[in-house]
C-alpha cells in the first residue's frame, strides 16, 4: 500500500537489511499483541496462564501474524495500570516465552524495564519494543545495542496536555531518542519509530498523530503503529475495547496508506485481511 509514498516499504527495507522480512512487501507486517498480564486494558487475565497464552500465539501465527509482541507488565495508556517489578515481569514471562519463541516466528519483548528486555533477548526475542523510547530506564539502550536488537522506540508523555502542537512534541522526543541510539550504537538501521497512538494524547491528538505520520519520513526510519482497541476510536462511536474492531481496522489503513510498515493488533486475522486487500486494490489502481 505504501508503494506510491516516497519513503515506501520496499525503499526502507533496503536501506535497513535487519528489518527486510518485514519490510519488502506492499503491505504491512502484522504484530500480534500477546499480554501475559491480568490486567491490560482490552484482554487482561484472557492469557495469563501460559497455555492460554501459547495456543493464542499460536492462533495468531495461523492467522497470518509475522511478529508476536509479548508483554508482562500492562501499559495501558488510562485508567491507571498497576507498575510490577522487573522480578514480577520475568516471573510471568518465564513460563511462556520460551515456547512461544519454538513456534518459530519472530517475537518482540514489550517491556520499558532493562532487565526484562535482556531476558527475552537471551531467551530468543529478536526485538525490543520500549513504549517509553530509550527515555525512561537509562540502560535500555545499551542492551539494545549489546544485543544487536531492533528496537521499537515509541513516543509517550508523562501527562496529557491537549494545548501542546503534538507533532511537534513527537518530533522533539524521536530527535532525543535517536540520539540517546546514536550514542549507544545503536545502528539506524535497528530502529523503528510508534506515534504511541493513545499514551500520553487527547483523542484529538491521537487523530491527529495518524493523520500526520507523513511528518515522520524526515527520519527515514520504518513506522510502528498500534491503534488496536484504543479509547480515541470511543471518542468518535462510543464502544467497549473489544467493541472497536471496526474502528481499529479503520485507523489502520490510514496508517497504512501514510507508510506504516507495521501494524500491531489484538485481531490478527481480520487485520491480515484488511491490510492485503486493501493493498491488492491499490496494486490495480
Do not use: C
Not at 101 to 111: E, K, M, N, Y
Amino acid at each position: 500500500m505504501s508503494a506510491t509514498l516516497p519513503h515506501s516499504a520496499l525503499d526502507l527495507a533496503a536501506r535497513h537489511p535487519l528489518l527486510r522480512p518485514w519490510l519488502a512487501r506492499p503491505y504491512p507486517a502484522v504484530m500480534g499483541i500477546l499480554n501475559v498480564t491480568p490486567d491490560s486494558f482490552s484482554d487482561g487475565g484472557r492469557f495469563n496462564a501460559p497455555e492460554r497464552a501459547l495456543d493464542q500465539a499460536k492462533a495468531m501465527i495461523a492467522a497470518g501474524a509475522d511478529i508476536i509482541d509479548i508483554g508482562a507488565e500492562s501499559t495501558r495508556p488510562y485508567k491507571g495500570a498497576e507498575p510490577v517489578t522487573a522480578d514480577e515481569e520475568l516471573a510471568r514471562l518465564e513460563p511462556v516465552l520460551p515456547a512461544i519463541v519454538a513456534l518459530g516466528v519472530p517475537v518482540s519483548i514489550d517491556s520499558m524495564k532493562s532487565e526484562v528486555v535482556d531476558y527475552a533477548l537471551e531467551q530468543g526475542a529478536v526485538i525490543a519494543n520500549d513504549v517509553w523510547g530509550l527515555q525512561r530506564d537509562p540502560a535500555m539502550a545499551d542492551v539494545v545495542a549489546a544485543h544487536r536488537a531492533p528496537v521499537v522506540v515509541m513516543h509517550n508523555r508523562a501527562a496529557v496536555d491537549p494545548e501542546i502542537d503534538i507533532i511537534d512534541d513527537m518530533l522533539r522526543f524521536f530527535t532525543r531518542s535517536l540520539d540517546i541510539a546514536a550514542k549507544a550504537g545503536i545502528p539506524g538501521g535497528h530502529i523503528v519509530l510508534d506515534p504511541g497512538i493513545g499514551f500520553g494524547k487527547t483523542a484529538e491528538q491521537s487523530m491527529r498523530a495518524l493523520a500526520r505520520l507523513d511528518a515522520f519520513a524526515r527520519f527515514g526510519l520504518p513506522l510502528l503503529v498500534g491503534a488496536s482497541r484504543k479509547r480515541f476510536i470511543s471518542s468518535v462511536v462510543t464502544s467497549e475495547p473489544q467493541q472497536r474492531l471496526g474502528g481499529s481496522i479503520a485507523a489502520h489503513l490510514i496508517a497504512a496508506q501514510r507508510g506504516a510498515a507495521i501494524i500491531r493488533a489484538h485481531d490478527v486475522a481480520e487485520t491480515v485481511q484488511a491490510v492485503r486487500v486493501a493493498a491488492s486494490i491499490e496494486a490495480q489502481g
